[in-house]
C-alpha cells in the first residue's frame, strides 16, 4: 500500500507537475507504514527521478523543492531511527514526541543496515536467500503461503524471466520516456532491499507487483505471436488458481491453524472457567 497510493502521481505529475509534491509527500508520510520502507521508497524514488530527468521530463530545480518536501514530512520518523540506533535521549515536546524503545526497534533485528561492517557481511547470503525465495516462491512459513503453490505459481519464474528480457529490450530499443521504465526502477529498488535482511515472503511484498507484471508482459508477448501458447500459457495459471482454491480453504485452515492461534479463544475460556478472579 505505501508503495501503490503514491505511485500513481508520479506518472500524473508528469504532464500535470503541481501533483508531484503531493506524491512527495504521501511517500514521506508512506515511511511511517513499515520498517523496509526506510530503504526502498528513497531508493525507488532516486533512481526514477534520475530516469525523469534523463529523459528531461522534470527539472533538475524542481527536483531540490521535491526534495525539501519529501524531508519535511520524513523529519520525525529520521529522528525516530537517529535516537535509537544511537541510544540518544528522547524527544519530548508540548505537541510531539519522539521515543526511544526499551529494546530493539525493528528496522535494527530485520535489516543489515545498522552498520555497513553488517550489510557487507550478511549481503551474500541474503542475496543467496532471495534468489532462493524466487526461485522455489516459498520461505518454510505456513502463514506466508500455501504449500506447494509459492506467491505467483511455482511455474511462473520463466514467465518473469521472459518479462524482464522482453520489457528490457524493448524500453533499450526507445528514445523517449517510457512509463514502464518506473516499472523497472521499481523492480531494481525491490530487488535490493533484499539484500539488506533474510528475506522472506511478507517482507518481500513489494516485489509481487513488478512480478506479477513481468507475467502479464510475456503473456501479451505470448499472444500477439502464438494464440496456441497463449492459451495454453492462461490454462496453465487456470488450473494452478483451481488447485491453489481446494487447497487454500480445504486443506490450509487444517496446516495454518497453529501459526494463526486458532484455538487461543478455546484455551482462554478454559482458563476463565477453571480460574477464580481475573484471567
Known amino acids: 500500500i505505501h508503495q501503490l497510493t503514491p505511485a500513481p502521481f ?14 512527495m509527500a504521501i511517500y514521506g508520510l508512506s515511511l511511517y507504514a513499515y520498517a523496509t520502507s526506510y530503504f526502498v521508497l528513497p531508493l525507488f524514488l532516486l533512481l526514477s527521478i534520475l530516469v525523469l530527468l534523463k529523459y528531461k521530463k ?20 529520521a529522528l525516530y531511527v537517529i535516537i535509537n540506533q544511537f541510544d540518544l535521549q528522547p524527544i519530548q515536546t508540548g505537541w510531539i514526541t519522539i521515543p526511544r524503545t526499551l529494546g530493539a526497534t525493528r528496522f ?26 524466487l526461485i522455489f516462491q516459498d520461505d518454510s512459513l505456513i502463514q506466508n503461503g500455501v504449500p506447494g503453490f509459492g506467491f505467483a505459481y511455482l511455474f511462473s519464474l520463466p514467465f518473469m524471466l521472459a518479462g524482464v528480457w522482453i520489457l528490457v529490450k524493448d524500453l533499450l530499443s526507445r ?7 518506473l516499472m ?30 513481468l507475467v502479464a508482459v510475456a503473456i501479451e508477448f505470448l499472444q500477439k505471436r ?45 482458563a476463565v472457567q477453571k480460574t477464580e478472579g481475573i484471567v
Open 175 to 181: 528514445r523517449t520516456f517510457d512509463p514502464r521504465m
Open 108 to 133: 535494527e533485528t530485520v535489516s543489515t543496515l545498522s552498520s555497513f561492517e553488517t550489510f557487507l557481511r550478511s549481503a551474500g547470503t541474503n542475496a543467496r536467500q532471495l534468489i532462493e525465495l
Open 184 to 213: 523497472l526502477t521499481w523492480l531494481a529498488a525491490a530487488l535490493m532491499l533484499g539484500l539488506t535482511f533474510e528475506a522472506n515472503i511478507n517482507r518481500m511484498n513489494i516485489l509481487f507487483l513488478p512480478l506479477i507484471y
Open 58 to 77: 522534470i527539472h533538475l530545480r524542481h527536483v531540490f523543492i521535491w526534495a525539501i518536501i519529501f524531508a519535511t514530512f520524513t523529519v520525525p520518523i
Open 10 to 23: 508520479i506518472l500524473f505529475s508528469i504532464e500535470k507537475p503541481f501533483l508531484f509534491p503531493v506524491s
Open 226 to 270: 502464438s494464440r496456441i501458447l497463449t492459451i495454453a500459457g492462461l490454462l496453465m495459471f487456470l488450473v494452478g488458481f483451481t488447485y491453489f482454491s481446494r487447497s487454500y480453504f480445504e486443506d490450509y485452515p487444517r496446516l495454518s491453524s497453529t501459526a494463526f492461534n486458532e484455538s487461543l479463544h478455546e484455551a482462554i475460556g478454559t
